[in-house]
């Protein structure tokens, strides 16, 4: 395949990732579906293309929403985690035995998501409850919900590769001939 055309394809990719941010700020529900959702734009980039490209892809989407995107929370899960996640998670699934693998994992997305809701209080201003009630029980409820997630998102993760590699990666590397 072209490098041209490669690289044409990267940028509708990171133009459309950008286009999704926004919807970030709809709904607060957003806020993490649309990173997981571009998540898989990723893959789709890492498995046609290689990592370099998903790297270069993931590079621009952050630098762009980073400075265009007004809903930052939604920037910060795509920049901290979901960008670069689809990216490591074949090193981390060669971890043997997959509970070793999987406890990284955890241990990555935690750090990511403390990391992000540090960022979003102390630099960006971004309450951690919107009432601005904060107690211990709601911390834990929060960190539950998204490890849930996390292991649901692992999960769709692994099949939908199998799902792209099986029935769209074929076409779509013979029409981009």
Known sequence: MKKSIQAALCGLAAALCVTFMFLGGIFYIFAYTVPILLGL??????????????????????ILSLMLVPEKETVMMYVL?????????????????????????????????AIIELICVYVFGIPFFEDGDFSKAMLIIFAAAMNTIFIIYEYLLKYFVLLYERKVEKRLKNILR
């Open 81 to 113: 985690f979901f960008g670069y996640y689809p990216i490591i998670k074949s090193y981390l699934d060669r971890v043997k035995p997959k509970i070793i693998s999987l406890f990284f994992k955890l241990i990555t997305f935690n750090t990511a998501v």
């Open 41 to 62: 734009v990723t893959v789709m980039i890492k498995k046609t293309f290689g990592n370099a490209s998903a790297v270069s892809v993931y590079i621009a989407v952050s």
